[in-house]
């Protein structure tokens, strides 16, 4: 029996959605869609374990190869299972569970499992139809559900700290107080106590790897996310969108912004758009995106919208406009402790990045 939460049955989900549909309706940075921005599909590919499976269309019938079988299942069957499947999704309370019915229908074709095996982030292929040039290229998507707890953008991991010296005095007894503060938002109370006596300077992150990465996208990334994070603890404020705002109205890094150039909006949906594509801080990044196309987003109402890097302009909205920082786990990432190294005070503070 298959089981699986909310986010991995989205997988299936879109599978057969965009089946029945046979388009791709691109979306804005509302999560609106793009009426004149609508791409026929030739054919869906996702991988199996035994191999590839495409899904291409006879009339109104979906033709379904794989390396050995072919199947041949009328399209109204793959729209009465979403239907089915997207009421499940609604009203499910369960963390995982199983749908025999759902699970019956996708054996029939040999899908065997919620989700694409992970060789890469694309969790399935799309062929489509450019009607703006003429081509029918095959694209990459990474699929992000909003239907149960919002999705991940950017996972957090001991590689992703943040390290800063604290600059000015602090007693034993200060810090002693500020490491037992034990609230329920325990990191933004130890930075706002720390701030009140003392400044955290930005030194570097514990990974090179991460730093190198940040570097190559654009030099002044390390220290802008640094004071980015900063930023988020000490107002309380998660909002990715507002807290770039406020980093252009402050300007921390002393930008000349007298052209009213968006520095920093600039440089983060950089960031956003790699992190989104492929990059990661324990992984050497070169720029080699390893999604192809974007990614697909299932709303809360079934509806699946496309961002993609042909859209470069709407895909980096979105991702700078649905987005929220939040804090990690500080036990298991190892953050949130001011400690001493040759005679100097330390702390370092990490972040992970939600969609809204």
Not at 272 to 287: E, F, H, N, S, V
Not at 330 to 335: D, I, L, T
């Amino acid at each position: 029996m298959m089981t699986g939460n909310k986010g991995e049955w989205s997988e299936i989900y879109a599978l057969l959605k965009l089946i029945s549909d046979k388009k791709l309706t691109a979306g804005d940075e509302n999560l609106n869609k793009i009426e004149n921005l609508i791409f026929p599909i030739i054919r869906t590919l996702r991988e199996e374990s035994d191999g590839t499976y495409e899904y291409s269309y006879e009339k109104d019938l979906v033709v379904v190869k794989g390396n050995e079988n072919i199947f041949r299942i009328s399209i109204v069957k793959f729209q009465e299972q979403v239907i089915k499947l997207l009421q499940v999704l609604k009203t499910k309370s369960q963390t995982t569970f199983s749908i025999p019915e759902i699970e019956n229908f996708i054996h029939s074709f040999n899908c065997k499992a919620l989700k694409a095996p992970s060789k890469d982030k694309n969790d399935i292929h799309i062929v489509i139809y450019d009607e703006r040039i003429g081509t029918t290229p095959k694209l990459g998507f990474n699929i992000k559900s909003h239907i149960g707890k919002s999705p991940t953008l950017f996972n957090a991991s001991q590689s992703s700290n943040f390290i800063y010296k604290i600059v000015g005095n602090l007693t034993d007894t200060d810090i002693s107080m500020i490491n037992n503060i034990h609230t329920s938002s325990k990191i933004r109370d130890r930075v706002n106590a720390i701030c009140d006596k003392v400044k955290l300077e930005f030194v570097k992150t514990e990974s090179t790897i991460f730093q190198n990465n940040l570097v190559l996208i654009d030099c002044c990334l390390p220290a802008i996310l640094a004071e980015l994070i900063v930023l988020f603890n000490a107002i309380a404020e998660s909002n990715l969108q507002t807290l770039v705002d406020i980093m252009e109205d402050v300007n921390p890094l002393r930008f000349n912004n007298k052209n009213g150039h968006k520095f920093y909006e600039y440089k983060m949906k950089r960031l956003l758009t790699d992190i989104a594509l492929g990059m990661q801080p324990t992984k050497i990044w070169t720029g080699q995106l390893e999604t192809t196309g974007g990614y697909l987003i299932v709303k809360e109402n079934g509806d699946i919208l496309c961002y993609h890097i042909y859209n470069r302009n709407e895909f980096e909205n979105y991702l700078l406009a649905n987005t929220r920082l939040i804090n990690p786990s500080s036990s298991r990432n190892k953050f949130g402790l001011i400690y001493k190294e040759n005679n100097e005070l330390f702390f370092k503070l990490n972040v992970q990045i939600r969609f809204l």
